[in-house]
């Protein structure tokens, strides 16, 4: 079973930032297309940000432009998520998700895209 863990997560301020981190101690991030996703209770799971295998090229859902940014430290074998300006809606379950081996994304962050899922990590933005 493929493993994906992700921390960073806790409470915040609107106009915070809190900084997450997603990581394998199984498979080399480097070779995988990494996707984050949310899901806030009673909603469905939603993409937030990509990173393509080259960690070059990253996609954004609209209501995080600007705000959240995606990154690759391949040194580290770690993939980040940083999130400023942090609004109450950001609040949720915050999952890092990988595809197969050498599968870059599809145009969209698409939950059915992805094949590998952390179990996800609560983060809670106060107004």
């Known amino acids: 079973q493929v493993q994906l863990v992700e921390s960073g997560g806790g409470s915040a301020q609107t106009g915070g930032s809190l900084r997450l981190s997603c990581t394998s101690s199984?498979?080399?991030?480097?070779?995988?297309?990494i996707g984050w996703f949310r899901q806030a209770p009673g909603k469905r799971r939603e993409g937030v940000a990509s990173?393509?295998?080259?960690?070059?090229?990253?996609e954004y859902a609209p209501f995080v432009k600007g705000r959240f940014a995606i990154s690759r430290d391949k040194a580290k074998n770690t993939d980040y998520l940083q999130m400023n300006n942090l609004k109450p809606e950001d609040s949720g379950t915050y999952y890092c998700?990988?595809?197969?081996?050498?599968?870059?994304?599809?145009?969209?962050?698409?939950?059915?895209?992805?094949?590998?899922w952390g179990q996800g990590i609560q983060v809670t933005v106060s107004s």
């Open positions: 990173i393509d295998i080259d960690g070059t090229n990253t």
């Open positions: 199984e498979f080399a991030i480097r070779s995988r297309c």
């Open positions: 998700a990988a595809r197969r081996p050498w599968n870059n994304c599809r145009d969209g962050v698409v939950p059915d895209d992805f094949n590998y």
